[in-house]
């Protein structure tokens, strides 16, 4: 089974060759046969992949359980928002996180259709704090309003969307309470440490679940009955049996 990935991420931390290149170290390492290839897919970008089918409108429910699937690729992908720097303090960036989480959505779903597993890596949340702005409304009372740095919304808009669409797609990776010491003076430059520790929460997770369903293609393919009836149907669902 292979993978075709993009990057880590994390944060405000672009993608590297050297990224690239410790994550295929750390999966030959762990013996997983799963590539990976640079790229990062920014919002503007997913988007235009999402409208350049079926007017931008995704797989149904129904479409997705009725639909006999023989998932045969994981996609590791790291997304980010055009501009991950600074806050969410407006309603255009807002507007952005909203269409980015519903095209995620839409994505992962449709990617599930064409036999594939999205795993989207999450970043590693800036250690800056929320930015609060109190203010007195016209009847006298107080009120704040909290506006997330761009690398938390983008935490949360990921997590939101996995769950959200027709299909709930994997996340991995990321690191949602940052330590500030590894931080750089921004608080948003993950340092060797940090990057090292992001690696290890993408590779461990995906290598496990990579070896578990390969056995559980082999058993499916092979000796079907190695798996409790009850759990048969859901775990070989479009997996046609070898004849003997």
């Known amino acids: 089974m292979?993978?075709?990935a993009s990057t880590?991420?994390?944060?405000?931390v672009s993608s590297t060759q050297a990224t690239i290149d410790a994550l295929q170290n750390a999966f030959k390492a762990r013996g997983a046969d799963i590539g990976v290839y640079p790229g990062v897919v920014d919002g503007t970008a997913l988007h235009q992949l999402?409208?350049?089918?079926s007017g931008g409108v995704g797989?149904?429910?129904?479409?997705?359980?009725?639909?006999?699937?023989?998932v045969s690729e994981w996609?590791?992908?790291?997304?980010e928002f055009d501009d991950m720097t600074g806050y969410i303090d407006t309603p255009e960036k807002q507007a952005a996180v909203d269409q980015f989480k519903q095209d995620l959505a839409v994505y992962g779903a449709?990617?599930?259709?064409?036999?594939?597993?999205?795993h989207a890596v999450l970043p590693i949340v800036s250690c800056q704090p929320e930015r609060v702005e109190r203010f007195i409304d016209a009847a006298g009372f107080a009120h704040e309003r909290r506006y997330p740095t761009a690398s938390r919304a983008l935490y949360g808009a990921i997590n939101s969307a996995s769950r959200s669409g027709a299909v709930s797609f994997l996340t991995v990776g990321g690191v949602y309470q940052s330590n500030?010491?590894?931080m750089g003076d921004d608080c948003s430059t993950p340092d060797q440490s940090a990057q090292d520790e992001q690696i290890s929460r993408i590779v461990d997770p995906?290598?496990?679940?990579?070896?578990?369903?390969l056995d559980t293609i082999d058993k499916c393919k092979h000796n079907p009955e190695a798996i409790p009836e009850y759990e048969r149907a859901g775990q070989c669902w479009g997996i046609e049996p070898e004849k003997k």
């Open 8 to 12: 880590t991420g994390g944060g405000a």
């Open 50 to 53: 999402v409208m350049a089918e």
């Open 206 to 213: 995906l290598v496990i679940n990579y070896h578990t369903a």
């Open 180 to 182: 500030p010491g590894h």
């Open 75 to 79: 996609v590791l992908m790291n997304f």
């Open 110 to 118: 449709r990617e599930y259709m064409k036999g594939r597993v999205v």
């Open 2 to 4: 292979a993978a075709a």
């Open 59 to 70: 797989p149904t429910h129904d479409e997705v359980f009725n639909a006999n699937i023989n």
